[in-house]
Structures are given as structure tokens and as C-alpha cells.
């Protein structure tokens, strides 16, 4: 089958008139779609935010960006939301700690505010590393193992990827 340009003799041409009548509407979509700024659904689950990354988990309402990622970036957020007590003593390797993160806790936590709310990092909605993290300490705490033991193999496993946050040990 021939293309376009054997059949005109020519490349095709899009004149300047139809080529931002096309992407000048793209461009806005992408952006609204990056901003992370959503319309709440019928459901209340999908919140407007304005740039910060707001959640409210005890009402299950978080924002688009969390709705659009895959389900078990989804799971990481909710422990982590959920049990800052554990991640707090789980280092991340990803590279975070350039960015003054402490703990795996931090890659997923900005802040934790009095009305419930929670400002998430978005730093987790792109990291491997981080998931892959929390997804070993969600499975090893399935598998009754202690604060200390999960903490020695999240050390093991994961510290050759990069330096590790300057995270405290969990207590005996």
C-alpha cells in the first residue's frame, strides 16, 4: 500500500493556520491532564486540588494523580499514608535524599495536617525504587517478620541502587 507522500510525489504539507488549529487544543489538554487538577466525580473520590497534592484517605478522596496510577502505586500510597510509624524507619535508595528525605516514609508524605488532610510527595508516582520498597516491607510485615528483620533486608536488597537516606534504626 503506498503512503501519502508517493501518491502526491511529495512530503504532505500542513499549512502554519492548521498546525496550531491542532496543537495549540492538544497542548491545553495536556497540560489540564499534568496539572493534577481534576472536577470531583460523582463518587466524591476525586478531589480539585491546586497544585498541592491534597488527600483526604479517612474519606478515601485523593487526587486524579493518584486515581490514574497503577493499582499497586496506589497500595504503596495507602500504607504509607497509613503507617508512617513503620516507613519512618525504612530508608529509601533512590536518590531522595539530595532532597532532604529521611525515609521511604518521606517519598510518599510531605505533610500530615491537623483537619486529617495530607499533602502527598508525587515523587513516589515515578519511582520504581520507592514502590518497590514499600511493596517488600508491606510483604514482609504480611509475613509477621519484626520491625529490625524487615529493616535488615530492605538494607540488603535495596542499597546497592543508590545511597540510602540517613534513616534511624527502629528500636529492639
Known amino acids: 500500500m503506498a503512503n501519502v507522500a508517493d501518491v502526491l510525489g511529495a512530503e504532505p504539507r500542513?499549512?502554519?493556520r492548521r498546525f496550531f488549529g491542532l496543537a495549540l487544543p492538544l497542548a491545553g489538554a495536556m497540560l489540564a491532564a499534568c496539572s493534577g487538577a481534576s472536577a470531583p466525580s460523582t463518587g466524591g473520590e476525586r478531589i480539585a486540588t491546586s497544585g498541592a497534592l491534597v488527600a483526604w484517605p479517612a474519606k478515601n478522596?485523593?487526587?486524579?494523580?493518584?486515581?490514574r496510577a497503577a493499582p499497586?502505586?496506589?497500595?504503596?500510597?495507602?500504607?504509607a499514608v497509613a503507617h508512617p510509624d513503620v516507613l519512618q524507619y525504612i530508608p529509601c535508595c533512590c536518590g531522595c535524599v539530595n532532597q532532604g528525605h529521611r525515609s521511604n516514609a518521606d517519598c510518599y508524605v510531605q505533610e500530615v495536617r491537623a483537619d486529617g488532610s495530607v499533602v502527598l510527595?508525587?515523587?513516589?508516582?515515578?519511582?520504581?525504587?520507592?514502590?518497590?520498597?514499600?511493596?517488600?516491607v508491606m510483604r514482609f510485615q504480611a509475613e509477621g517478620r519484626s520491625l529490625r528483620a524487615i529493616r535488615a533486608s530492605i538494607d540488603e536488597q535495596w542499597s546497592r541502587y543508590g545511597p540510602g537516606t540517613?534513616?534511624?534504626?527502629p528500636p529492639d
Open 121 to 136: 510527595d508525587p515523587m513516589s508516582f515515578g519511582r520504581d525504587i520507592c514502590i518497590g520498597i514499600t511493596r517488600d
Open 166 to 169: 540517613n534513616t534511624p534504626l
Open 72 to 79: 499497586e502505586v496506589q497500595e504503596a500510597y495507602r500504607f
Open 14 to 16: 500542513l499549512s502554519r
Open 61 to 67: 478522596q485523593w487526587p486524579d494523580l493518584f486515581w
